[in-house]
């Protein structure tokens, strides 16, 4: 795998040619919405481990609540930006981006490629569905219904026209397509079918009030939390064990995928993820196709063992994982490093450098950070004006 900087001309030629595909992870929208950090490693070994079931219990709801606090209960201030200026900033950032790529895709000279850009994302949140229809740009979100709208794979890759009233002259309007590979906030589960919801879901399990019985930070480690003493299970352990078994089972209402490595619980979400990842795979494998990964760390072992079968398979593929820093690079670096890369078609583009000044212990730093901002600045932006 490469390690290159920012080449503009390169990525510009590459889009003009390629049909579009973004991968987008939750350090996209870090830090407003945090990323799973160690969660999926504590979900992942509490299920493993011997613990006590009453101890597993109130755990696991921890983690759940951990993971409703930092990411799920702020998805309500999407809707109703006024109180909440970071929400507002990052919808206004996801926004820029996407009208961006839009007016990209749109000025494209070729004719042999449709107008559409696949956004395939593991984040349950509805910043992407938000920020595109704050910015009245066509999308498809995978649903069909005006009362009832019901989910399907089939509803995808419909390309869109425009004809104008008097002279009749057709156009394709550019088209983003959603595809939300762990699930969404925005799902709901009856008879079988994934059906669009709004968010209540999240004041309800907010209404229950559980307070965690284990506090879960970034520098926690599972052996940590495995060990502690949990006072409740001595001295009121009933209201603790039914605490937490209701928190659990109002969280368990989200459609979405639990971080963890036992991911599926749900027959439907399963049925939804392998099939979304199979459209994932028949993308990647289209002749000169271009995939850019952003805020995506390759924990999700299906995602990451994929794109490299593909890459491998596909030598007209570009793959360029967007780093926020240079220093970011080295964990893609690991991650990737006993791997073989057939094509040579996986970069890792990171930020130009520049000379450090008074700084003994900096010889160069990043000239800026290739965040959602820098991305969007930096990139995408600089290639519509070169158009």
């Known amino acids: 795998m490469k390690v290159e900087l920012l080449n503009l001309e390169k990525i510009k030629k590459t889009i003009q040619d390629c049909n579009l595909n973004l991968l987008i992870g939750s350090g996209l929208s870090s830090p407003y919405l945090s990323t799973l950090g160690n969660i999926e490693i504590f979900l992942t070994e509490l299920e493993a481990s011997d613990l006590d079931e009453d101890k ?16 799920i209960k702020n998805n309500l201030n999407f809707l109703d930006t006024v109180t909440d200026k970071e929400a507002e900033k990052l919808l206004k950032n996801y926004s820029e981006f996407l009208k961006t790529i839009n007016h990209i895709l749109l000025s494209r000279k070729t004719t042999l490629l449709s107008k559409q850009a696949n956004l395939f994302t593991t984040n349950i949140d509805i910043c992407l569905e938000k920020a595109l229809e704050n910015s009245r740009l066509e999308f498809n979100d995978g649903f069909a219904g005006r009362f009832s ?32 590979m762990h699930g969404s906030l925005t799902w709901k589960i009856e008879e079988e079918q994934l059906l669009l919801s709004d968010l209540s879901e999240i004041n309800r399990v907010e209404s229950l009030n559980f307070n965690p019985a284990v506090e879960i930070t970034d520098e926690s ?52 993820y392998y099939e979304i990842l ?58 990737f490093q006993n791997s073989v890369i057939k094509n040579n078609n996986i970069s890792c ?17 990043d000239e800026y950070s290739l965040d959602l901002t820098g991305v969007h600045q930096h990139l995408f932006s600089k290639i519509m004006d070169a158009k």
């Open 278 to 335: 199979r459209m994932y795979s028949n993308e990647l494998e289209k002749e000169n196709t271009v995939l850019f990964v952003l805020g995506f760390s390759f924990a999700d072992e299906h995602i990451r063992n994929l794109r490299l079968r593909v890459a491998n398979s596909n030598p007209t593929l570009n793959i360029f994982i967007i780093c926020r820093t240079k220093r970011s690079s080295e964990k893609f670096e690991a991650v």
């Open 221 to 272: 480690t599972f052996e940590e939390i495995s060990t502690l003493p949990i006072p409740e299970l001595v001295f009121d352990k009933d209201q603790t064990i039914e605490n937490a078994k209701s928190f659990a089972g109002g969280y368990a209402r989200f459609a979405i995928v639990n971080p963890n490595k036992d991911k599926f619980r749900d027959t439907v979400l399963n049925e939804n």
């Open 56 to 71: 597993k219990v109130v755990i696991r709801a921890s983690v759940y609540k951990r993971f409703f606090d930092d990411v």
């Open 349 to 365: 583009i990171v930020p130009p450098q520049i000379k450090c000044e008074d700084d003994e212990e900096c010889e160069y730093k």
């Open 149 to 180: 709208p019901v989910f399907n794979l089939s509803n995808f890759k419909k390309t869109v026209y425009k004809t104008t009233q008097h002279f009749e002259n057709k156009s394709e309007i550019p088209i983003f397509n959603v595809l939300k």
